[in-house]
């Protein structure tokens, strides 16, 4: 492990629709100390789930390099991403992506049977319980409410204890007790861990526990909201 967990450098990233190119990020420049927590902070639009897929290499940049881990994972090829990221990052979606046909715990537990890790189920069952949620662990997803599927794909992200955290509005249809029970766990896994917390997120209780909040608009990063001219 280096000091840094993750420099992003130059990314930029435009999406094309119809022939029409969106430019997204423009050279963005980013370096996470290891063990340290950011939040990216932006208006609506603005690029951070963009960038955090980015990051996290489930996304490819037009151009720029990401070094994840001491690893420059913009050489890799798919089939060499994807067991380095099981191995190392855990990512919250904005929108959960949970596997339809699995239960709350069999999606919780699935990152730890890739690993084969013989306690997949303790593991899963524990998270379930920390976030309150024993009680609905053979529901399938469609029988979960916005803040319990939310809850579910943290417990997915934290199973195998990642060495990097990517969470992209982790507590946006959470009520206060809810967020407040995420944000714990999350920082329970940096202490315990050392792991390095990257979050979008709009929650004044999450960036004020930051070591470093970071602003995107017009597709640069700001320092602060007065220099993003948000
Ligand atoms: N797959 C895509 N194809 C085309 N355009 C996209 C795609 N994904 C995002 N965009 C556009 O890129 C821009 C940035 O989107 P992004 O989702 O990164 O913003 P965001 O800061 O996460 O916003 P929010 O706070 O609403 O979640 C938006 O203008 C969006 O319309
Ligand atoms: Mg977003």
Redesign the pocket.
């Known amino acids: 492990m280096t000091d840094q967990a993750l420099e992003a450098v130059q990314l930029t990233k435009s ?1 094309t ?1 119809d022939s029409r190119r ?1 430019p ?1 990020l423009d050279r963005v420049d980013l370096i996470v100390p290891a063990g340290t927590f950011v939040v990216i902070e ?10 955090l897929s980015l990051l996290s290499g489930l996304d490819r940049p037009d151009s720029g390099r990401i070094i994840l881990a001491g690893t420059d994972i913009t050489t890799f090829s798919e089939d060499q991403l994807a067991p380095f990221r099981n191995r190392t990052i855990g990512y919250v979606f ?1 929108s959960f992506h949970l596997v339809p046909s699995l239960t709350a715990l069999e999606n919780i537990m699935f990152p730890a049977e890739l690993c084969r890790d013989p306690m997949a189920r303790a593991k899963a069952l524990e998270l379930l319980t920390r976030v309150d949620l024993a009680g609905r662990s053979t529901n399938f997803p469609h029988q979960l409410s916005g803040g319990e599927k939310q809850r579910v794909a943290i417990c997915r992200a934290l199973v195998n204890s990642p060495q990097i955290l990517f969470a ?2 982790p507590t946006g249809n959470l009520d206060s007790g809810n967020g407040d029970i995420i944000l714990q766990l999350l920082l329970e896994l940096r202490r315990e861990r050392g792991a390095t917390l990257v979050l ?1 997120t709009h929650s004044r209780e999450i960036s004020d526990r930051a070591d470093q909040v970071v602003w ?1 608009a017009d597709g640069r990063i700001a320092p602060g909201p007065e220099e993003a001219g948000s």
Not at 42 to 51: D, E, F, P, V, Y
């Open positions: 999406y629709i969106i997204v932006g208006k609506s639009g603005s690029g951070k789930s963009t960038l904005q992209d509005e979008a995107l």
